[in-house]
């Protein structure tokens, strides 16, 4: 469910007319719900709530500080990637000793930082990042704590970029690797082995692969409560999916019951690292319509927001429904809603049936909480959208539109 509704005609964010935010703010703008956002980590909360478990929002999925600060005063966690993304959480009072550090490809830097900044585990994805990070351990006179991330290899049956547990995926060691890997790290000063790790993949609408790997990790973690280390944390990733247009992802009390069922008994608690599923319905990416124009192929609507703002049908061909703020009487026509940026992928919407359009006219592109901002860039120096926070009938900007001079600092003629 989410807080976006047509009243007397016109789309609202909770009590905030679309309308009046673009009046005040300009298009392209983002704008999400507190409503929403606050539902959707309760919600996942109340739906663990029978097993220890502890919810580490995925920040990557929008990472705007206010968004965080909703999260971190609702007890969320965070599952970071970068020391950027350890940055924002520590700038909204989050709490670190609920952080989890994923990623391939931690630097030496982050891994200090993280360190430092006394994050509850590192998920380690390869045997050369333990030794890495028992180096950063010694160094620090610490033993920094760790998880090994197994691949399950499960087939997720989701989008080929975002399925991440096949064997062929370059994330975390194969299942059969996992016990010599924790033998070798018990010879390692620097290191503690705290917990195991998998995550399948993104978008996940099936529960039996959910089933499927958690049953797995679950055997590797009795080997390895059975051979002596002393795991806490079992994380079990993110990836539970939304609803773009006609996908039927489980709701979360029957994810829970997936991932906890294979792993009762076990002791552990349970780490979640959910990112789509608590943003996505909650922002819409709002924007304007600039031109419109017929060829004899197509007809076109052209809006001021691109595949810079939003890159997810330009990168996936996902599909995010287009929706009028306020809808013209009259025949629909068939139409291609494409942005400004010169590459033909730049198509928000592909033959989109929609009522009359005029110039000017706004539009909202649904369930663009997730991977929207956060994966925006200025490509075709383009300055990125303002991002808005709506909180009954109220808003503010939490992120200020991009300047020409944003743009272009740092760079010398
Ligand atoms: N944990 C790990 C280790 C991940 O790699 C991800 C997402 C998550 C958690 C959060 O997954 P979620 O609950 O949001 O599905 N840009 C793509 C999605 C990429 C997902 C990357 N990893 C998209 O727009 O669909």
Known sequence: MNHFDVIDGAMHCEGVPLSRIAAEVGTPTYVYSTATLTRHLGVVQQSFAEHPTLVCYSVKACSNLAVLKLFAKGGSGFDI??????????RVGGDVRK?????????EA???????????????????????LDKVGRQL????????????????KTHKYIATGLK???FGVPVEEAVALYAKSKRMKGLV?????????????????????????????????????????????????????????????????????PLRGLGATLVLEPGRVLVANAGVLLTKVLYRKKTPAKHFVIVDAGMNDLLRPALYEAHHDIRPVAARKGKKATVDIVGPVCESSDVLGHD????????????AVMTAGAYGMSMSSSYNSRPRPAEVLVDGDRFRVVRTRETLTDLMRGETP
């Open 99 to 107: 952080v989890v550090f994923a990623g391939v490809g931690k630097s």
């Open 81 to 90: 990637v970068s020391v950027g993304e350890l940055e924002r959480v520590r």
């Open 168 to 170: 062929t995926s370059k």
């Open 193 to 261: 082995a705290k917990g195991l790790d998998c995550h399948i993949g993104s978008q996940l609408t099936d529960t039996r692969p959910v089933r499927q790997a958690m049953a797995r990790v679950g055997d590797v973690y009795k080997t390895l409560q059975a051979k002596g280390f002393p795991l806490t944390h079992l994380d079990v990733g993110g990836g539970l999916g939304v609803t773009y247009t006609t996908e039927t992802p489980p709701g979360v009390a029957d994810y829970a019951k997936a991932v906890i069922e």
């Open 352 to 363: 989109r049936a929609m009522a009359p359009l005029m110039q000017n006219d706004l539009l």
């Open 110 to 132: 982050e891994m200090i930082a993280a360190v430092r900044a006394g994050i509850l585990m590192f998920n380690v994805e390869s045997s050369e990042e333990l030794e890495a």
């Open 141 to 156: 006179g610490v033993q920094a704590p760790f998880a090994l991330r197994v691949n399950p290899d499960v087939d997720a």
